[in-house]
């Protein structure tokens, strides 16, 4: 089984912080994918990647910018976080072919206080 | 661009109740069609999906759903829910042309189910 970890569960910090959300997925997958999850706004693309350096900006990625130095890790960086940026945010791993199935980590709970 | 439209936010049924949950999509070529689902403390999984071919897909626990190109809809349904059913699930469209590996997500339905 394909598995997509994220380092923290829930996470807390304060505002103007720099904050790192880590991913890391153990199946070789060339695509990853950073969304945010807010109630009654669904799922939000942040910024994705095709490959290790490359990164592409999704629907929201204002505040945000990631970091693909290898393949098995893609990470999401807060340079200055605001509480606007409470949310709970999900990694997500696919093989290239047509987005054939995205595979999810459990997501990470972040407080911005 | 692409963009899903998912009306209902929020549904309660009861147990053996029939479901239809509505998704409408904006994307003017070709498209692949996604159902996702969270059950409750668990991660999104894939429900079904729909590339090409027969437009009325099945997916697991029962579910199917159904592509209908001229109304830019691709609605769920389960002719009898379970209380295991009660998750929040999302539609989700990737567009062929252009939107490379982007999926773009609905807004969500929570439904719940009660015995």
């Known amino acids: 089984d394909v598995k997509v970890t994220q380092s923290s569960r829930y996470l807390v910090k304060r505002t103007g912080e720099k904050v790192f959300l880590e991913c890391v997925q153990d199946?070789?997958?060339?695509?990853m994918f950073w969304y945010r999850q807010d109630p009654g706004l669904g799922l939000r693309l942040i910024y994705f990647s095709y490959d290790v350096k490359m990164k592409e900006k999704g629907d929201i990625p204002e505040g945000y910018s990631v970091s693909r130095e290898k393949k098995e890790r893609f990470s999401l960086i807060l340079e200055s976080a605001s509480t606007n940026q409470t949310s709970m945010y999900l990694c997500?791993?696919?093989?290239?072919?047509?987005?054939?199935?995205?595979?999810f980590g459990s997501g990470t709970q972040l407080s911005v206080l | 661009a692409q963009s899903v439209s998912q009306h209902n936010h929020h549904v309660i049924l009861s147990e053996a109740a029939s479901l239809e949950l509505g998704c409408n999509y904006s994307y003017g070529g070709t498209v692949n069609l996604f159902w996702y689902v969270q059950y409750p403390g668990q991660h999104l999984q894939l429900l079904l999906k729909y590339f090409s071919g027969d437009p009325l897909v099945k997916g697991i626990k029962g579910f199917e759903a159904e592509f209908i190109k001229s109304k830019f809809s691709f609605n769920l349904r389960k002719p009898s829910v379970q209380w295991s059913d009660t998750a929040e699930y999302f539609c989700?469209?990737?567009?062929?042309?252009?939107?490379?590996?982007?999926?773009?997500f609905g807004t969500g339905t929570q439904l719940k189910v009660e015995l």
């Open positions: 997500a791993s696919s093989l290239p072919q047509a987005a054939e199935k995205l595979f």
């Open positions: 199946m070789d997958h060339e695509n």
């Open positions: 989700a469209v990737n567009g062929l042309t252009g939107g490379g590996n982007k999926l773009t």
